[in-house]
T-cell receptor, first 112, second 113 residues
Framework: QKEVEQDPGPLSVPEGAIVSLNCTYS??????FMWYRQYSRKGPELLMY????GNKEDGRFTAQVDKSSKYISLFIRDSQPSDSATYLC????????????FGTGTRLKVLA | KAGVTQTPRYLIKTRGQQVTLSCSPI?????VSWYQQTPGQGLQFLFE???????NKGNFPGRFSGRQFSNSRSEMNVSTLELGDSALYLC????????????FGQGTRLTVV
């Protein structure tokens, strides 16, 4: 079983929809949780990061971390065709054995 | 402000050869991390350097090595290339000694034949 699980998609939604992207994990030592967006033939771009539990909002993007359920989410409001990309979650430890693990990514297509 | 620059962008090597990839971080960034991205395994952490010292290392064989220079530029070396080393190699830089807020380059696409 992978330490970080992410549905690969593809996920197709109409423009303007609310998108929910999720990852589950098994290692309780993860404390930092990141979301990256990767366009085709480009390197990943950091969207947001959260330390420990809670919510964080940045424009149309909201990241949620539920450590009790080992579940993180990224919500995209008013999705746009330009949001079409692969979204990767990532997590890292802050103590003990260092681990920085990425999910496999979810391909998102926002249809105009 | 210039982003993270990786050279070369594309590379074809033969099995058994060695290869060196280069990464120039964003000006002022002192931490450089390297990652391997493949369709099968996704994005995997290789190692991280801060102030010329390797701080963290992923689960890769010793054929994968790196170094960082005093100007924060970094190189990654893979010796005795195998077909399975074909991948997109990404470098990311960050300001402090944590690679949480990391900025990625466009990567070097390595093909081993």
């Amino acid at each position: 079983q992978k330490e970080v699980e992410q549905d690969p998609g593809p996920l197709s939604v109409p423009e303007g929809a609310i998108v929910s992207l999720n990852c589950t994990y098994s290692n309780s030592a993860f404390q930092y949780f990141m979301w990256y967006r990767q366009y085709s033939r480009k390197g990943p771009e950091l969207l947001m990061y959260t330390y420990s539990s809670g919510n964080k909002e940045d424009g149309r993007f909201t990241a949620q971390v539920d450590k009790s359920s080992k579940y993180i989410s990224l919500f995209i409001r008013d999705s746009q065709p330009s949001d079409s990309a692969t979204y990767l979650c990532a997590m890292r430890t802050t103590s003990g054995t260092y681990k920085y693990i990425f999910g496999t990514g979810t391909r998102l297509k926002v249809l105009a | 402000k210039a982003g993270v620059t990786q050279t070369p962008r594309y590379l074809i090597k033969t099995r058994g050869q060695q290869v060196t990839l280069s990464c120039s971080p964003i000006s002022g960034h002192r931490s450089v991390s390297w990652y391997q991205q493949t369709p099968g395994q996704g994005l995997q952490f290789l190692f991280e350097y801060f102030s010329e010292t390797q701080r963290n290392k992923g689960n890769f064989p010793g054929r994968f090595s790196g170094r960082q220079f005093s100007n924060s530029r970094s190189e990654m070396n893979v010796s005795t290339l195998e077909l399975g080393d074909s991948a997109l190699y990404l470098c990311a830089s960050s300001w402090g000694d944590s690679n949480t807020e990391a900025f990625f380059g466009q990567g070097t696409r390595l093909t081993v034949v």
